[in-house]
């Protein structure tokens, strides 16, 4: 029966696995070759000098050309738009633990665990407190902003995307909000280090700990020196090495919302992509795998996840986006103000306890 079902699939008559093929290749041609440009630009000096990563680049790209010349060639190229959007941007979660040791972690100390610690799980709650009862927003966009501005900017919110199931432009509009806020903390940080009474590794953990993306904080960190950048980035790798726990149990949480009578959210179960990530986390602090190969690997790790943004991209619809109007905004600027001061307040007071 089953050879019967695939004689009958691929007839001459019937095409359709044919044109499927087609629609994966040139679909995921299309969002490679976006990504290579993203990937370009971002090696320009000025771009890179205002700490715009590929992913940006990737979304920003995918969003102008998904609304002027995707829509007139979606139907020859959805598989693969879909594909990178979806198993891509999974698999650039998982390789994106070959960026993190346990053995940098450990040299910021209990501090600056305890700093990304209360950071994450401050800023997450206000975001679902403010976001929810506040300003009224879904619950969808309320987690995605949430996780971009407590983890790890546009990364954590396409890794939260698969657990949260959101739409395509509610995903694009958590993105632009960390992109906004992430890049004025990039200029902001710099601009008031003289008046925060900080030394440079103070002001590195307090980078790492409050600036969204790991490209500004790489900006933020060295526009002091070169010793603030580094802790601002081990810092920074710490809060992104809290991303697999935080999966695990966003995953739980939603679970039991379900179980409460959100009826959308039905075998929703553990994302096993962030426990592998976690896995990949750990074989690479224990250096078995040869550093040429990770380099490797961080490079295409790189690749798939500007893929994934730009399939993102080429799937948001500019009116969906100004459907939901200012609110997202407005929550991510008062995420970002939280982060600014209330985070400067837990730097001084946790390290004044260690």
């Known amino acids: 029966m089953g050879r019967l079902t695939h004689a009958l699939l691929t007839t001459p008559h019937n095409p359709l696995p044919r044109l499927r093929h087609r629609e994966f290749r040139l679909g995921v041609i299309l969002v490679l070759a976006v990504a290579v440009i993203s990937l370009r630009l971002a090696h320009n000096p000025w771009v890179a000098a205002h700490g715009l990563s590929p992913l940006t680049i990737g979304v920003v790209l995918g969003i ?17 738009v879909d594909f990178s959007k979806n198993s891509l941007l999974r698999l650039g979660i998982i390789l994106y633990g070959f960026r993190i040791t346990f053995q940098a972690i450990a040299a910021v100390g209990w501090s600056g665990v305890l700093t990304d610690v209360a950071t994450l799980t401050l800023t997450f709650m206000l975001a679902l407190f403010l976001g929810r009862r506040l300003l009224g927003l879904d619950r969808e966009t309320a987690v995605l902003i949430g996780a ?24 694009s509009v958590a993105v632009a909000t960390v992109v906004v806020f992430g890049t004025l903390g990039m200029f902001l940080y710099p601009a008031i280090y003289p008046w925060l009474g900080l030394s440079e590794h103070a002001y590195g953990l307090y980078v790492g700990s409050t600036v969204h993306e790991v490209a500004q904080v790489v900006a933020a960190g060295n526009a002091i020196s070169p010793a603030a950048g580094n802790t601002a980035v081990i810092e920074k790798m710490l809060r992104v090495m809290m991303l697999a726990p935080f999966l695990l149990l966003l995953g739980q949480w939603l679970r039991r919302h379900q179980q409460h009578g959100d009826q959308t959210r039905a075998g929703l179960g553990i994302p096993w992509f962030a426990v592998i990530f976690l896995a990949v986390s750990a074989l690479n602090s224990i250096h078995v795998v040869p550093a040429e190969l990770v380099n490797g690997l961080i490079a295409l790790d790189t690749v798939l996840l500007t893929m994934a943004m730009t399939a993102l991209g080429l799937r948001t619809h500019i009116g969906a986006v100004r459907q939901a109007g200012v609110r997202p905004l407005l929550l991510g600027g008062l995420l970002f103000g939280f982060l600014v001061v209330a985070g400067y307040g837990m730097n001084l007071a946790i390290s004044a306890l260690s």
């Open 148 to 171: 971009g501005s407590s983890i790890c900017g546009a990364a954590a919110i396409m890794a939260a995307e698969p657990v949260v199931r959101a739409q395509s432009h509610k995903v």
């Open 64 to 80: 102008v050309l998904g609304n002027t010349v995707f829509p007139r060639i979606a139907h020859e190229t959805a598989a693969g």
